[in-house]
């Protein structure tokens, strides 16, 4: 097991590597300069319960002693245990230790903190509890709990699968698109789901489940442009690429913007994928524009097909799902921020799903397999699908709803949904179990009784 630590320097921070070797001998640090180690030495006296083991220890020159006692600290009690010899896994400890041995860390900067842990390959992440869980993370409240957690971690994920595919595979962003990504397995099947079919995808969930993360991989898993929609996409472009467009919707854009233009700004996004984060923080004028668009899948005279990926928070509050948070906003309150993103647009999502901060000692580290080969043999049926229609599917539809009184327009995209999915799997006919799959996959905070 490999310890870091963090260090914030301005608006950038680095990680801070701790290695650990018995020695014969005393207790050594390396790296720092004497005065400084002797302070360090000081500081784990107060909190290392016994006599300090027989270790040689070596830290980064830069480190200061406020960043590196915690990471340091960890390394001890995990060679007393010897954790660090039974697992390959690189582990970052974020945060530092008040004088009360609280762990206290400071707050991340989500993206730096993922580019970070990506490029050192760190498969967990410990803060302390006072900040929201960040991506692949856990909270604890000191280092002695921090072990705990590292034991159940170290048992349950023995190999450092993630680590050993980088160096094995060089796996690159086309053959994996959710590469770093852990977890969340039913996230990116959804995802891959919408894109094959075209389908309207919301994700919500508080910071740090992914969200955004996952609507940042669209791009990877968009399949190369053929035929028909080559050309419109050459004729609006003006430029021939077999590379799907990818447009980004970014918060306080106008209407007048998206719309304005020949073709229009919007009708860029054809052929490919909208991505649309902090949909709550988009004008509602833009809101009801997009709602408009999924209907007309027509700007102008131009053609509008796309896979919209949206995201937003549960709730003001934004910690509504978070484990780890408490959302304070009543159940009046939240319907009246998913009032305000206007159920006309959120009624024409195909796909509304739920993301948690996934609590990694219970999710998995196996990479996601996207099946390119299902995803060109759904896009490659779609002018077929659309032509037949969803109408044969509802006896099965109305079967999964039993009594539950809900729209056509959610019964055409609950059908849309499940024949992507039997497209996707190769089957035939849609079955009960897709249709319920289907059903699953857009569910609203409404329907998931969180308070
Ligand atoms: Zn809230």
Not at 65 to 89: D, T, Y
Not at 278 to 295: F, G, I, M, W
Request: hydrophobic share 40%.
């Amino acid at each position: 097991m490999q310890i870091y630590g963090y260090q914030r320097t301005g608006f950038t921070g680095t990680l801070l590597q701790v290695q650990a070797s018995r020695t014969s001998t005393r207790f050594t640090i390396r790296g720092l300069s004497l005065d400084k180690s002797s302070r360090l030495k000081q500081d784990l006296r107060a909190y290392y319960q016994a006599p300090l083991p027989k270790l040689s220890i070596q830290v980064p020159p830069y480190a200061s002693l406020e960043c590196i006692l915690a990471p340091v600290l960890l390394v001890l009690l995990c060679m007393e245990k010897n954790l660090l010899e039974i697992s390959n896994h690189a582990i970052l400890l974020y945060g530092t230790i008040d004088i009360s041995g609280t762990l206290v860390s400071p707050p991340p900067l989500q993206r730096e903190l993922t580019q970070l842990c990506k490029e050192a390959g760190i498969s967990l992440v410990i803060t302390g509890e006072n900040i929201p869980t960040v991506h692949n993370g856990i909270s604890c409240p000191s280092i002695a709990s921090s072990l705990s957690q590292l034991w159940r971690f170290a048992l349950r994920h023995p190999e450092n699968e993630i680590q050993n595919k980088e160096t094995d595979k060089k796996q690159t962003l086309e053959e994996d698109p959710f590469y770093g990504i852990l977890g969340l397995q039913e996230a990116k099947q959804a995802l891959c789901y919408a894109v094959a079919g075209e389908l309207p995808l919301l994700f919500y969930g508080p910071p740090g489940s992914g969200k955004s993360l996952l609507l940042n991989r669209t791009k990877a898993l968009l399949p190369p442009l053929k035929g028909e929609r080559a050309q419109e996409v050459w004729a609006i472009q003006g430029k021939h690429s077999i590379e799907s467009p990818l447009l980004r919707l970014e918060a306080g854009m106008s209407q007048q913007k998206i719309l304005a233009g020949t073709p229009p700004w919007i009708s860029r996004a054809h052929g490919g994928a909208l991505l649309v984060d902090e949909l709550s923080n988009q004008k509602p004028k833009v809101r009801t524009t997009l709602a408009q668009l999924l209907d007309t899948h027509q700007v102008g005279d131009f053609p509008l097909h796309y896979s919209m990926v949206a995201a937003t928070n549960g709730c003001r509050c934004a910690n509504l799902g978070n484990p780890h948070g408490i959302c304070r906003c009543t159940q009046a309150q939240i319907d009246q921020f998913w009032g305000l993103i206007g159920w006309p647009l959120l009624d024409r999502f195909a796909i509304a799903l739920a993301l948690e901060p996934e609590p990694l000692l219970a999710g998995t580290v196996e990479a996601f397999h996207v099946d390119r080969k299902a995803m060109e043999h759904v896009r490659s049926l779609q002018s077929v699908r659309k032509q037949e229609g969803v109408a044969h599917l509802f006896p099965r539809y109305s079967k999964v709803m039993a009594h539950t009184q809900r729209s056509l327009r959610r019964a055409k995209l609950c059908c849309s949904l499940a024949q992507v999915i039997a497209d996707w799997e190769g089957k035939e006919s849609v079955t009960q179990e897709m249709m319920e799959k289907a059903y699953s996959l857009y569910l609203l905070p409404k329907d998931r009784h969180y308070h």
